[in-house]
């Protein structure tokens, strides 16, 4: 069966799932959700699946040489017997996947996650020796860097083997020769919370977040060195018990998977972010719309509905949630009135320029620096950002 990328699209979002044996070769299917489709036997040959939601989807015997699947998430998705030889896998999420007998020959597997617990039974491709671990000493580390082959990993970076007074901190002069690997999501929840606290904020952090590793500090953010280098857990940067009462046990179970609550020093509700880097951007808004259904329609809540809901994004992702915002569903609950993106980018500038005194808190608070940087006409004519 023949179909374009359009009429995929059209199709699914009018819920039909089943594509088996269509041909998608070549197709440009970056940031697509086809979480539980049908694609077995389907032709994907050299299409762009990047950041693609491939969840609990069947991919039985399809043809992906060649295709780009960077930072797709394969969660729970049935690969076997799939050709994925030049695949580039780079950053995907392969929890729980199937790949059973796939050919993974040549496939780039640079930084894919949780391969370990995908079964990979008699796959191809896979067979290479690991690459070698080994001790180093500290002293050598700096001038292990200045010629650091890629052969070479340095082993559990999060708990080096120095003593504590060099774990605490480095100066400008002495960065560190390796920093241990944050993931974008991770990042931007430790940034946010620093930038919550500094406005003077209560920070909640969502509970299945707690014991993730954060560079705390004055930190650069692109050429991952730091200054006043710290490692911390986000528990550190969040509030102790969930601040939020008089939602019903469920919402109450569910909102405290919200990446992220500001509130005043009253316990006023400041603004609440989902922060949305691969992941489905409808699964962060069905948390913020059962939050905000419970708070309309229980008025013994005594929350004050009218706060800011912010999804924190990467720009090319931005078409996605003006279609999301446009779901019925959403637009019930009026999601589309309170709901503004903000790009992880602009975060990340922001923070940057936090450090550098480029933006001084107490001027900024009004107007708040989130609602600033949330408005993308104003960003780009904002010289001090």
């Not at 990042?187 to 707690?210: F, P």
């Not at 060195?225 to 939602?247: A, D, H, S, Y």
């Not at 993308?376 to 001090?384: A, F, H, M, T, V």
Request: charged fraction near 30%; include cysteine; glycine fraction near 4%.
């Amino acid at each position: 069966m023949n179909i374009d990328e359009n009429e995929l699209k059209q199709l699914y979002a009018e819920g039909r799932r089943d594509f088996h044996g269509c041909d998608l070769s070549d197709a440009d299917l970056t940031d697509i959700d086809l979480s539980f489709a049908n694609l077995s036997g389907a032709n994907l040959s050299n299409a762009n699946l990047n950041y693609s939601n491939l969840s609990y989807t069947n991919l039985i015997s399809a043809q992906l040489r060649g295709a780009s699947l960077i930072e797709a998430n394969l969660k729970w998705s049935d690969i076997i017997y799939a050709d994925l030889r030049d695949t580039n896998l780079e950053g995907a999420d392969l929890d729980w996947a199937n790949l059973r007998g796939a050919n993974l020959t040549n496939a780039d597997l640079k930084k894919v996650k949780n391969i370990e617990r995908a079964d990979k039974t008699n796959a191809i491709g896979l067979e290479k020796p690991e690459k070698t671990i080994c001790e180093i000493e500290p002293k050598n580390i700096n001038q292990l860097n200045l010629f650091f082959p890629e052969d070479i990993v340095i082993s559990d970076y999060r708990k080096p083997k120095i003593e504590p007074k060099y774990q605490k901190s480095f100066n400008k002069k002495n960065p560190p020769a390796l920093l241990p690997e944050i993931s974008i999501h991770t990042r931007t929840q430790g940034i946010l919370a620093e930038i919550g606290h500094k406005l003077g904020h209560k920070v909640w952090i969502a509970a299945n977040d707690h014991s993730k590793d954060y560079i705390f500090g004055e930190h650069k953010l692109r050429d991952n060195t730091c200054e006043n280098f710290r490692l911390v857990k986000l528990k550190e940067l969040t509030m102790q018990e969930f601040p939020v009462g008089g939602l019903d046990k469920k919402v109450e179970k569910i909102s405290k998977l919200i990446d992220q609550i500001w509130l005043d020093t009253q316990f006023k509700i400041v603004a609440l972010f989902e922060i949305e880097c691969t992941t489905a951007i409808h699964s962060g808004l069905l948390r913020m719309g059962d939050f905000v259904a419970n708070v309309k329609l229980n008025p013994l809540t005594f929350i004050d509905p009218n706060f800011p809901i912010y999804i924190v994004i990467p720009k090319k992702r931005k078409m996605h949630l003006q279609t999301q915002l446009s779901r019925p569903i959403f637009q019930y609950l009026e999601l589309h009135k309170s709901c503004e993106g903000i790009n992880i980018e602009d975060i990340e500038r922001c923070w940057e320029n936090i450090i550098k005194h480029k933006i001084k808190i107490q001027q900024e608070r009004k107007p708040n620096i989130i609602e600033l940087i949330a408005l993308s006409n104003l960003i780009e004519s904002k010289k001090s950002f």
